[in-house]
């Protein structure tokens, strides 16, 4: 089996529909995928269609965006129950952070003499629930203000660059009980990116699932040492292309991250357990 569990559409930051993901996803010979986008689950139920339609195994997935002193942390949750109406209303709350951000990087920009407007970066994402960085990028690329995805992050609105302005405060805490209170379990993504083995170690007992091992940013020793992490402490190992499209010239990733197949069993046997206890 070919399993990639980290995907986004363009509810989120990925620039493909779901139908445009799906084709990619069966010309890769990829047999099982979630799709994780960022603080929304809008994809969940034309992703759910498709598969059935293609014959692709499905895991409803989400990735929360979470922040902890001056970092950010992702969590992705797999075989999240994404009609739960507590759910649904939780994560308005992290949709309404990010409109607010954006309005803030933005008045930075329009500070240091860039006119984007939140407005046109609405209509060029072409959603309002799951407004993030990636979509600013875009549209002042689009618009002309920048040459390039990674100029505008490098040069604006990364961490230190004079349009930055950090996520919402939503502790992990909050963030892995939002996925366990929806059936769902709680993973930290590529973490690679910002956890210390102390780090980690504290995000287990907030309750953790597991890591993200497989992962374009992720180099051989880096995989390595999470995996032993995860093994060592008994939890769940996952992995993915983090395949978004676009500016961000990924193509090449969909179908070279895969998860191992008794990574995702075991995932299956432990969701199995939650839903039986």
């Known amino acids: 089996m070919r399993i990639d569990l980290h995907t986004h559409t363009n509810s989120s930051d990925g620039a493909l529909s779901v139908s445009e993901l799906f084709r990619k996803v069966k010309n890769a010979a990829i047999d099982t995928l979630s799709v994780t986008d960022h603080d929304t689950v809008s994809a969940l139920d034309e992703s759910t269609k498709a598969a059935s339609e293609l014959g692709i195994e499905f895991v409803p997935g989400i990735e929360v965006t979470s922040r902890y002193k001056s970092f950010q942390l992702h969590f992705l949750g797999y075989f999240i129950d994404y009609t739960n109406k507590n759910f649904l209303a939780r994560l308005r709350e992290l949709q309404d952070a990010r409109i607010m951000r954006a309005k803030r990087i933005i008045a930075k920009l329009n500070k240091i003499k860039i ?3 939140l407005e046109s970066v609405i209509e ?3 959603l309002t629930n799951s407004i993030g960085r990636p979509h600013i990028a875009n549209s002042m690329v689009e618009e002309g203000f920048a040459e390039s995805y990674d100029e505008v992050f490098n040069k604006y609105i990364g961490i230190g660059r004079p349009a930055y302005e950090a996520n919402y405060q939503f502790p992990p805490e909050r963030a892995i009980a939002l996925i366990s209170e929806a059936g769902g379990l709680a993973v930290l993504a590529h973490p690679s990116h910002y956890v210390s083995k102390d780090f980690l170690i504290r995000l287990l007992k907030l309750g953790m699932e597991g890591v993200e091992v497989i ?11 999470y995996s032993k992490f995860a093994d060592e402490n008994s939890i769940l190992k996952t992995g993915g292309s983090d395949f978004h499209g676009g500016l961000k010239n ?4 969909l179908g070279k991250y895969i998860v191992n197949e008794s990574w995702f069993s075991a995932m299956k046997e432990k969701v199995g357990r939650s839903v039986l206890s």
């Open 115 to 117: 006119p984007l407007k």
């Open 124 to 126: 060029k994402a072409g």
């Open 215 to 225: 992962h374009p940013s992720h180099s051989d020793e880096e995989r390595a040492f």
């Open 250 to 253: 990924d193509d090449v990733n």
